[in-house]
């Protein structure tokens, strides 16, 4: 049990070590109110986590109507019982008292409460005064990555063949578009091909700009405890930081920002030049590999260290034990996601799994991560830039079937082009083309690049925006029209995290005040803009989450993330969450995907033809038919460039952004969890000794961090990572300043994003929050010697991921 | 000077102009992000393209500049990024930015074009020095291309229909 231990500083828990190919030991962690016995519990109700996507299997305890608590399920594949700080102490958000509990709506200037009626008459007043002015183009969404998979299907089911608009989006763009843009260049499909239990067997673990230690806790508590049992794993780590996840590691890389092509490039090249492939399995499950091995011949390791600013050495060591390993497991997230060449690096990995012909089988895991919950849900629904069920919207025949799926003529779903990405959609705001934006469960006024273009564009007359959340979050407070949601534990529905486990997460208190769960609100406006199908009856026909659930299982048979054996029921009787794709033939789900070989990559089953990895140029199916008629995975090779923005005199550090142990998704919820807000209250800003000294700063200075576009300030901690960077976690905005959403006037912010570049990936179109130019001055220096506690992951507090 | 040499010639010029024309789009089209960074990354390749060229012209008796001294951005693409920051906010920008588009395309479709024919060229007279050169820029030429071709695909329903 973990009561009495304070989580925050614990961050792992306690070992229970173990050896390879065994079951991972339970342990039960809980943490409930204070002055709450476990005998004083009157219902524990069954639910996942909804604060990161490790998916941790948990209950809900409930007392007198309102949560006081939670355990963790130790019967569940995921976390075995354990749970993560955010997962014992975030639940207190939902009590919040600055919990929305009536929907707003601006006049005169300002937001004002009124009734449900009144809020959503003004939405679907505009939506009709639009789609018949302007047409469906001029109305966009953009959601999250932390609803359930019936409300991302509900929305994209009335986005696309409701409204027929192309403009819909999750904020998984930010997170975990290039993981599923690296697996459909490779694989030819968006599905996470290993499984957590992969660490179980692992012999080699690679860690590409992850920080599990800080953003999977309890995964990381997982390899944790393989390297405290006999035969552990050894790990390689690719970070600039010396995180916990590089002091556990037998190679550390730390490559200047921006440089992961090159340095996968060289670890590729070793790996071919030393005949450590895989060549029957490369022959008969791959095409490429005569371009991939041309491409990568010149990219040596010396190469590489002049690029990188790693030691050809460090290069060849890690190259050795990936090549060498016989049950690699390698794990990608933010590090590569958001940064410079996004999915070309990316791709890379997969690149070296295939050749090594480590896939399907027991600890030849690969993970391309998540970062939100449900990231996965927002994929698979088509609530992000795919069509629902992985479909391909250049496949005529994809287009056609789902229009069967929904009864309305396939020109009825938009297809012309590949669904509108989220910095796009906000280009057309900004432009003015669209002029209604709903956005649900996320806060692009802090977690977008460039925040002050981020504000005007969402501040604009022309432009009517409507946001559905839990709090009066930064840009809640720049809507016209704001809808009080209800959230876990406050709604039912199913979540799946990013090894495709899928958990129900059912409702165990009412949600505060009038709000509404997202279901319900989509439900009501579909209702009031009167959706039809080809033969007039309802387009959206289901009125609950079993039935919304029911209507996606006939949208996803037959496809790659097949739910067909699943239902409410079923996932209630489980003890433990089930990996799709889960059907007649695999009722218990499937560990790994691909352990027969490739499946999904074939020309007519696959979600994509593949993109240019430099300019993010359509792949046509002719062109993938000749490539790839078989239907093999496909090894993409990638030439580096530079990156867009380096330094200069003016600017001379790499600013990298990211998220760190304690809080998560601009702190809307972990910022209102008492003992996750006292543990990390505020923005910092952290640079190596060295560099600090280089720029006449030391520990505990308040520094400004300044980019071209923005700046912000920050208390300054010196820690171990690479010179010539300067790191700022990603969590901190306004809602809890007097300003409330945005910085003081006139003056510098706290928001990593004030200063982060407007550039993304043109493959993945995942925005680069690791790669940008900034100068580290001193505002003041520090009064006294800092004092802080520090906790075990504060040597590496922050991470690339 | 034979056709070959006229091709060389011909192609040199493509694509040092195709080099020039993708730096003043990326200027022009500076709040359009991802136009802004891709076009710049491109031209780089037209650059280096230029630069082969030049060097192969000397075995054809050509005296070819090659690539510009400097491609860092002078007064007139200050002048184009204001310019750019200014239209930012109106929807006439989009049709201006498909507008480049189309003539980036056409440009590199020149181009691609005579790749080709000098590729032809190459292949009858078997010269391997031209061949291998024709073999190396053409498939980045061929990129450059489908690059306008997606983006005027994905732009133009919006950019079209909404002004």
Known sequence: MTEGRDRTKDIWGARTPYDPGTPWPARADAHLAPGVAEDDVERWVPSASLLHSNGDAMDIAVRDGRIVGVRGRTEDRVNRGRLGPKDLYGWQANGSPDRLTRPLVRRDGHLEECDWDTAMDQVAGRSRELLEQRGPGAIGFYTTGQLFLEEYYTLAVLARAGIGTNHLDGN????????????????????????????????????????????????????????????????????????????????????????????????????????????????????????????????????????????????????ELLGTAERLTSTVLQGVYQSHQATAAAVQVNNLHLIRGMLGRPGCGLLQMNGQPSAQNTRECGADGDLPGFRNWQNDDHVADLARVWNVRPQDIPHHAPPTHAMQIFRYAEQGSIRMLWITGTNPAVSLPELSRIRSILAQERLFVVVQDLFL?????????????????????????????????????????????????????????????KDGG??????????????????????????????HDRLRRADSGIQWPCTEEAPDGTARLYTDG????????????????????????VEYRSLNPDGKAVL?????????????????????????????????????????????PDVWAEMSPTEAAHQGLSDGDLVQVGTPRGAVRARLRTTAMRDGVVFVPFHYGYWDTPEGHRPPEGSAGR????????????????????????????????????????TDADADAGSRS | MNGIAHTLR????????????????AERHRTDHE???????????????????????????????????????????????????????????????????????????????????????????????????????????????RWTNTLIEELSPQLLTSA
């Open chain 1, 172 to 319: 998984t763009r930010l997170c975990t578009a290039t993981a599923a843009e690296a697996l459909k260049e490779s694989f030819g499909c968006d599905g996470q091909p290993g499984s957590y239990e992969d660490i179980d067997h692992a012999d080699v673990i690679a860690l590409f700009g992850h920080n599990m230690a800080e953003t999977q806790t309890v995964l990381w508590t997982r390899v944790l405890d393989r390297l405290a049992g006999a035969r552990p794993p050894r790990l390689v780590c690719v970070d600039p930081r010396y995180t916990l996840v590089a002091q556990q590691a037998e190679v550390h890389l730390a490559p200047r920002p921006g440089t992961n092509v090159a340095l996968l490039d060289a670890l590729l090249h070793e790996i071919i030049r030393r005949d450590l492939i895989d060549q029957e399995y490369i022959e008969t499950h791959t095409v490429g590999f005569d371009d991939l091995a041309a491409a990568v011949a010149p990219c040596t390791p010396r190469w590489a260290a002049g690029i990188c600013d790693v030691t050809p050495a460090a290069i060849e060591r890690a190259a």
């Open chain 1, 751 to 790: 928001a990593a994003n004030e200063g982060t570049i407007t550039d993304w990936d043109p493959v993945s179109k995942q925005p680069l929050f690791k790669t940008c130019a900034a100068r580290v001055t001193l505002v003041a220096r520090r009064a006294t010697p800092p004092v802080r506690e520090r």
């Open chain 1, 473 to 533: 979050t930064e840009t809640a407070q720049l809507a016209d029209v704001v809808l009080p949601a209800a959230t876990w534990g406050e709604k039912t529905g199913v979540l799946t995290n990013a090894d495709r486990t899928v958990h129900l997460s059912e409702k165990a208190v009412e949600p505060p005040g009038e709000a509404r769960a997202d279901l319900d609100i989509f439900l009501d406006y579909a209702a009031r803009m009167d959706f039809r199908d």
């Open chain 2, 35 to 145: 136009v802004h960074h891709v076009a710049s990354d491109l031209a780089r390749w037209s650059r280096r393209h230029s630069a082969l060229l030049a060097e192969t012209g000397r075995h054809y008796g050509l005296d070819l500049d090659g690539p510009k001294d400097d491609p860092s951005p002078g007064a007139l693409a200050a002048l184009r990024e204001k310019a750019a920051d200014a239209l930012g906010r109106r929807p006439g920008a989009g049709l201006l930015l498909l507008q480049d588009l189309c003539d980036l395309h056409l440009a590199a479709s020149r181009n691609s074009l005579h790749w080709e024919m000098l590729a032809q060229a190459a292949q009858v007279t078997r010269d391997e020095r031209l061949l291998d050169l024709a073999g190396d820029c053409h498939p980045r030429t061929l990129r450059q291309m």
């Open chain 1, 636 to 680: 993409r090779a990638a030439e580096y460039l530079p990156p867009h923005e380096d330094t200069s005199p003016e600017y001379p550090v790499q600013l990298i952004t990211g998220r760190t142990v304690h809080h998560f998704h601009t702190r809307t919820k972990t910022g209102r969890a008492p003992e996750l807000n006292a543990a990390a």
């Open chain 2, 10 to 25: 011909a192609l040199h010029d493509g694509e040092r102009a195709l080099e020039r024309d993708l730096r003043a789009t």
């Open chain 1, 598 to 621: 490739i499946t999904f990559a074939d020309p007519d089953t696959c979600e994509s033809y593949g993109k240019d990895l430099v300019t993010g140029a359509s792949t046509e199916v």
């Open chain 1, 538 to 567: 309802p387009l959206i026909s289901w009125h609950d989450p079993e039935s919304a659930f029911a209507a996606w299982q006939r949208c996803s048979a037959g496809r790659p993330c097949d739910y067909t054996g699943l239902s």
